[in-house]
């Protein structure tokens, strides 16, 4: 039976039965937020819900919080090259390639780091289905102290002083580096928020709390597009920055989810609290499994990425190279989010759902959870695929993407998309249940076949042979995505990767 109420415990009591100096510090902090709440910290409880009764209920329950937090999410970087594209004078709208070029840049080096916060949550959602809060809050720590100190030690100096030469290697055009090179420097620099709130949130949903990332997101978009509009345009006191002022405001507006998060863990308001121990000294037993789990996932995603890039630079090479990465910016990293986001929400719904029903004892319960997400996915791609199909124009109209051949190149772009994306979503909820089991090394197999061998070498013959162009590239991402579904479904069929073992003693 679900628990309705919250649990109540008192923050003097914790502090007084605290052996620990710093334990004791901390249990008085806690009474103080206590009194002013009116006396007690309320305790999120487990939600039973998510491994027992309905299957559908219990995916739906995840799934729409975290669906539309991906939407919301997105909604900023819309918004971006919307105001950037009506905003940002620039020929064959190069200041909406310069984003999504040094986007898909930033996300190369930095996405492998965000193999640990996947590593972190298929551990959170097994122990969450144990019920074993002292375990979740270490493994949260240990996550959150290494990711700090890689990204503000490591990612942010190096990667601001390489920004020019990634900027060389994908071919950008003068007019696109102009824009994107303070874009991308803006995002290695002051990009540790960011991430941040991409791994608090996920270690939310893991625990089964999808609701409380949502209403973060909301906060920071809200506060990103703000900022974006002023300082894009330049609104009172603020100068027109343009394409900086985008990147300006998706590095500022996590501050504030970020402190809201912390202080909800703090205060003893969620299932994931501060760890008995608060140290500086990592906890390699728990970074080796977060490891383990995480960088074959990590891999993947540095794969998806480093094919993102090779194909900017592919598309680099052809006669109207600015158009045409306007068209692949548009179309496939803002257009197709609509099917990307819910895709992306329904994984991370199906990846809790399995990894707490095995954690709970029920992994066949997990695996039919998983086909349940990965037909919500497929529902849903398939009405944005009309939608593509039907209005092209209108909807490149949306970024000022009226010229030609920008225009022919998105509508083609487009329609490829359109059945393309149907199957990109079933690939996805069927990859997340995979890799919520732990079982992420097949994922990372077929990324490098589908994605490195497939469509890099599809795009690779056609240039040895001198007919490459932007229908023979787009042909080359249909067909990519086709394999995908084909290999992830074989391996969903089987039954051995919904009984991986994670478990930290293992270690």
């Known amino acids: 039976m679900p628990v309705s ?115 972190m949550n298929v551990m959170i959602a097994r ?47 003068p007019p696109v580096q102009r824009h994107a090179l303070p874009y991308l420097r803006i995002l290695f620099s002051c990009g540790a928020p960011l991430f941040l709130m991409f791994m608090i949130t996920g270690a939310f949903q893991a625990s089964g709390d999808p609701r409380t990332p949502l209403k973060l997101a909301v906060i920071c ?3 990103n597009m703000g ?14 920055m343009g394409a900086s002022g985008a990147a300006l405001g998706t590095v500022l507006a996590p501050c504030a989810g970020v402190g809201i998060a912390l202080w909800l863990i703090i205060s003893r308001r969620r299932l994931i609290q501060p760890p008995d121990r608060l140290t500086l000294v990592p906890d390699f037993a728990v970074l080796r499994m977060v490891a383990r789990i995480g960088i074959p996932t990590g891999i993947q995603a540095v794969l998806l990425n480093v094919a993102g890039v090779f194909l900017l630079k592919f598309i680099g090479t052809l006669e109207h190279s600015a158009a045409a990465q306007a068209a692949y910016t548009i179309c496939y990293a ?62 490149l109209g949306l970024f000022n993407a009226v010229g030609e051949p920008l225009r022919t190149y998105g509508v083609s772009l487009l329609r490829y998309l359109a059945v393309s994306g149907v199957m990109l979503a079933t690939t996805l ?14 994922p990372m197999y077929i990324a490098f076949f589908t994605q490195i061998v497939i469509l890099l070498g599809i795009c690779a013959c056609f240039l040895a042979l001198g ?39 293992e270690v």
């Open 334 to 395: 803002q257009l197709f989010s609509l099917v990307a986001w819910t895709a992306f929400g329904l994984r991370a719904a199906a990846g809790t759902v399995m990894g707490q029903n095995i954690g709970a004892g029920r992994p066949q319960r997990g695996k039919a959870a998983v086909a349940v997400a990965a037909c919500m996915g497929a529902g849903w791609a398939a009405c944005i695929g009309v939608m593509f199909w039907v209005f092209p124009a209108e909807l």
């Open 5 to 119: 109420r919250p649990v109540v415990i008192s923050g003097e009591r914790d502090a007084i039965v605290s052996r620990a100096p710093g334990r004791a510090i901390f249990g008085f902090c806690c009474a103080a937020a206590a009194r002013r709440c009116g006396g007690g910290v309320f305790m999120k409880t487990f939600d039973r819900e998510l491994v027992s009764g309905s299957i559908f209920r219990s995916v739906w329950k995840l799934a729409w919080p975290l669906v539309l937090l991906n939407l919301v999410n997105g909604a900023h970087a819309l918004v971006d090259h919307i105001l950037v594209g009506h905003f940002v004078p620039s020929p064959d709208n190069a200041a909406n390639a310069a984003i999504g070029v040094a986007w898909q840049v930033f996300l190369v080096v930095v996405v492998f780091i965000a193999s640990l916060f996947h590593g």
């Open 227 to 240: 900022i974006s509009a002023v300082l894009i345009i330049g609104i009172g006191p603020f100068p027109a």
């Open 127 to 173: 122990y969450a289905g144990r019920q074993d809060r002292e375990t979740i809050n270490r493994i949260f720590y240990q996550t959150l102290l290494s990711s700090i100190l890689i990204l503000v030690g490591v990612v942010a100096p190096l990667g601001y002083y390489a920004a020019p030469r990634f900027l060389d290697f994908v071919h950008a055009a």
């Open 429 to 442: 909820g069927l990859t997340g249940g995979i890799q919520g089991a732990g079982y992420t090394k097949i």
């Open 467 to 505: 007919i490459l162009d932007t229908r023979k590239i787009w042909m080359a991402i249909f067909i990519s995505h086709a394999a995908r579904l084909a290999l992830t479904f074989a391996v969903f069929r089987t039954e051995h990767w919904a009984h991986t073992k994670v478990e930290l003693g």
């Open 221 to 223: 978009t809200l506060l």
